[in-house]
C-alpha cells in the first residue's frame, strides 16, 4: 500500500518532510500541497515530483486523493488544522508543538479519539540513534533507579526583528524559545524519564532577542512521578558551553550520556564505556519512515498525542511557574 500525503504549510520544515517522503518513495507519495503562498506550494509539488495544489486545506481534506496528512503550520494554526484532518478521516504527522492551550489539546484528543485517525508528534529528535540506545539501556535496568535527566538544546540564533515574523508573537508561537526549539529537549526529557511530570518549575530569560515577545532562553525543573528529576537547558542567545553534554541520566549504578554521535555507559567508580553511532543526516529521514509505517500497519507511534499533551503540560507549567514565581502541580 501507497501511503498517499498532503502537506498542510509549505513553508521552511517542508522541505525537511519532503527529502523524507522522497527516501520513503517505496511506500509513501505526496498526492497534494496545501498553503496560502501559491509560490511555496509550488515549490513543493515540484519538489516531489508534482502534486495537486491547494490554498485552502480544507478544500484539501475534502477532495483530494490522500490517506494522512503532514501538518507544517504556524504553532497558532495547529489545533484547526488537526481537528478539520481527524473529522476527515486522515491520519496526521504534526509538527511540534502538538497545540497551545489545555483547551485546544482536549479539542485535539477528542477529535482524534472520536474519527479513530493516528496522530503522530513530529518529535524527530527521538530517532537520534544515542537517544534510542539510552532508552533501550535503560530498559534494561543497566543503572538501575533513575535519579537525574539532563537535556539541551541551545544554539545561537541569528533572528533579525525582519525576519523572525510569527515567532516574535507571544499569541503565535505560543509564548516563546521554549514552546519552539525548547520543545525538543522538553520530549526527549519525557522520552528518557518514561513517567509523568507531576511537577515543574523555571526561570525564563531574555538575555539577546529584546525584540521578541517571550522569553529566549529557559531552564526548567521537571518532577517525574517515578521519582526521576529532570532539567532542561534551552536557548536561542548563547551556544552551549563546550562541556556540555546533549543528554545525559544518572541513576543508581552510574550514568549514561550522550553529546550526539556517541553513547557513554560509566558505571560508578569505573571507566565510561562508548558505543558509536553512525553520524546521522537529518532525523527527519527515520521520521517519515516510522510515520508511514505507523499508518500502513497501524501501529501506534512512539509519541502521540497522550505524549503531545504531556510535553505540552511541562510547557504551559514552566510558563506558569515563572509568572507566578511558583512550583506548579500537573
Ligand atoms: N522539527 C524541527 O526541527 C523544526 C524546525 C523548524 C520548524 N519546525 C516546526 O514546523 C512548523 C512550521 O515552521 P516553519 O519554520 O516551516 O514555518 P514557516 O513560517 O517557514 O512556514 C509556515 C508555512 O505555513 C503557511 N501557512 C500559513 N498559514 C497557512 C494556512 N492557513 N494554510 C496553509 N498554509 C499556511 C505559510 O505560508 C508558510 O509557507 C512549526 O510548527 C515549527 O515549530 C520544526
Redesign the pocket.
Known amino acids: 500500500m501507497t501511503v498517499k500525503i498532503g502537506l ?7 522541505g ?1 518532510h519532503v527529502k523524507g517522503y522522497l527516501a520513503a518513495s517505496e511506500n509513501a507519495k505526496v498526492t497534494a500541497v ?4 501559491e509560490e ?1 506550494a509550488k515549490r513543493r509539488a515540484q519538489e516531489v515530483g508534482g502534486a495537486q495544489i491547494f490554498s ?2 480544507n478544500v484539501m481534506l475534502a477532495e483530494a486523493d490522500i490517506d494522512a496528512v503532514d501538518i ?4 497558532y ?2 489545533k484547526d488544522a488537526i481537528v478539520a484532518a481527524a473529522k476527515a478521516k486522515k491520519h496526521i504527522l504534526c ?3 502538538l497545540c497551545l492551550t489545555l483547551d485546544e489539546a482536549a479539542a485535539v484528543k477528542q477529535a482524534v479519539d472520536e474519527n479513530g485517525v493516528t496522530l503522530m508528534c ?1 518529535h ?1 529528535q527521538l530517532f537520534i540513534p544515542a537517544i534510542q540506545r539510552a532508552r533501550q539501556l535503560l530498559d534494561e535496568g543497566v543503572i538501575g533507579d533513575v535519579y537525574q535527566i539532563r537535556t539541551t538544546d541551545s544554539f545561537y540564533h541569528r533572528f533579525r526583528t525582519e525576519d523572525i ?2 515567532r516574535g508573537h507571544r499569541e503565535l508561537i505560543g509564548g516563546g524559545e521554549l514552546i ?1 526549539t525548547g ?2 529537549p522538553s520530549y526527549m526529557l519525557l522520552y528518557l524519564a518514561n513517567s509523568k511530570p507531576a511537577q515543574v518549575t523555571a526561570l525564563l530569560s531574555k538575555h539577546r532577542l529584546h525584540f521578541m515577545d517571550g522569553e529566549d532562553t529557559a531552564q526548567v525543573l521537571v518532577r517525574f512521578e517515578n521519582g526521576a528529576v529532570g532539567n532542561i537547558v534551552t536557548s536561542w542567545a548563547f551556544e552551549p558551553a563546550g562541556s556540555t553534554e546533549r543528554f545525559s541520566i544518572t541513576g543508581e549504578g552510574g550514568s549514561i550520556y550522550s553529546y550526539g554521535n556517541e553513547l557513554y555507559v560509566k558505571m560508578r567508580g569505573k571507566e565510561p564505556e562508548v558505543i558509536s553511532f553512525a553520524p546521522v543526516e537529518t532525523t527527519f529521514i527515520p521520521e517519515i519512515a516510522d510515520f508511514v509505517t505507523c499508518v500502513r500497519d497501524k501501529r501506534r507511534p512512539i509519541h502521540t498525542e497522550v505524549e503531545g499533551i504531556q510535553v505540552l503540560q511541562i510547557i504551559l507549567g514552566a510558563y506558569r511557574s515563572d509568572e507566578e514565581k511558583r512550583i506548579v502541580d500537573l
Open positions: 498542510i504549510g509549505c513553508g521552511g520544515i517542508a525537511a496545501s498553503d496560502i503562498v511555496n485552502d486545506y507544517l503550520l504556524p504553532h494554526l495547529h509538527e511540534k508543538p513530529a524527530n515574523g510569527w519552539d520543545y525538543h
